[in-house]
Structures are given as structure tokens and as C-alpha cells.
């Protein structure tokens, strides 16, 4: 995992099929982008296949299994199902540019930003300023968060992700 907003060697995804956008973009997921593919649920991002390089913070692995495990009490979701949709995240990740949650992170989730943000969001939208500023390159948002792509739209970042 690389270090606070470092971008890491390993982690690229290509977009092999057709029908992808015709630029591949560096994206930072979030956990409701994440959610949507691992449970394969309706209205997942669209520019998926155009993703060359994913970007996630660590705590996307909490906040995902997190909610495996709030439907597994509230869906009645089987353990043969859980535990297969947990390895489907745990493969998610592997393929991602993990960031971790560190002190840098951190401090930038808790300054003040121009929209009205919640802790793990504003968590997620640090560790994305950061990559870009630490890597160089341009990241794209994507997110079905409404709060959270209307702050990254506010600081700069091109959201995707119907939000």
C-alpha cells in the first residue's frame, strides 16, 4: 500500500473491452462505487472499462465489509453468500492503487472545505487531493456520494458517477 496520497507502482487496471471512453483516466473510487460492482447492483459507473489506473483509500475496505456484514444481519444474506461477495472485494482491492489512512490524510480531511462534508467523505476527498497532488496527475472523482461529488466538484476534481 503506498504511503499518504504516494502512488504506488502496482494497481493498474486497463480497459480492455470496446465500448470504453475513448480517454483511459486515473479514477479514485470510493466504497459506493466499490459497493455497487460488489453487489451488482443497478446504475454502477458507466466509464468503468475507461479506468486505466483505480485509485482507493484504505478505508474503503473497512466501509465495505462493514456493509457485507450490516446486510448479512438486516438482508438475512447466507454465509456462503457473504463470504463470496468479501473475496469479490478483497480481488476489487488488489486491483486498486490502495492509499492508506495516514496523519497527512487525516489533517487535510480536517480542514475546511467549501461544501458541507462528513468525516469518511471528507477522508475519501483528502486521500484524492493528495494523490494529484503527490502523483502529478489528474484524478477523476468517481462517486454516487451526492456530497461528496458536489465538495470534489468544489475543489476542483471531475466527478463521475451519476451524482
Known amino acids: 500500500m503506498a504511503p499518504a496520497g504516494a502512488p504506488s507502482q502496482g494497481g493498474h ?23 455497487r460492482k460488489v453487489l451488482r447492483q443497478p446504475g454502477s459507473l ?14 474503503a475496505e473497512t466501509e465495505c ?15 456462503r453468500e457473504v ?7 478483497f ?6 492503487e490502495v492509499v492508506e489512512v495516514t496523519a497527512p490524510v ?13 468525516t469518511l467523505d471528507a477522508i475519501h476527498l483528502a ?3 493528495l494523490w494529484r497532488e503527490h ?3 489528474d484524478i477523476v472523482m468517481a462517486t454516487h456520494d451526492v456530497a461528496l461529488a458536489t465538495a470534489a466538484r468544489a475543489c476542483g476534481l471531475t466527478v463521475v458517477g451519476g451524482s
Open 127 to 129: 486521500t484524492a487531493l
Open 106 to 118: 487525516l489533517a487535510r480531511a480536517a480542514q475546511p472545505l467549501p461544501t458541507e462534508l462528513g
Open 135 to 137: 502523483s502529478g496527475s
Open 65 to 79: 465489509l462493514r456493509t457485507l456484514d450490516r446486510l448479512r444481519l438486516r438482508a438475512g444474506l447466507s454465509d
Open 13 to 35: 487496471r486497463c480497459a480492455a473491452r470496446r465500448g470504453a471512453a475513448a480517454r483511459a483516466v486515473i479514477a479514485y473510487l470510493d466504497s459506493s462505487i466499490l459497493l
Open 91 to 96: 480481488r476489487l482491492l488488489e486491483s486498486l
Open 83 to 89: 463470504a463470496r461477495r468479501r473475496q469479490t472485494v
Open 46 to 59: 458507466r466509464e468503468w472499462t475507461a479506468v486505466r489506473t483505480g485509485v482507493a483509500s484504505a478505508l
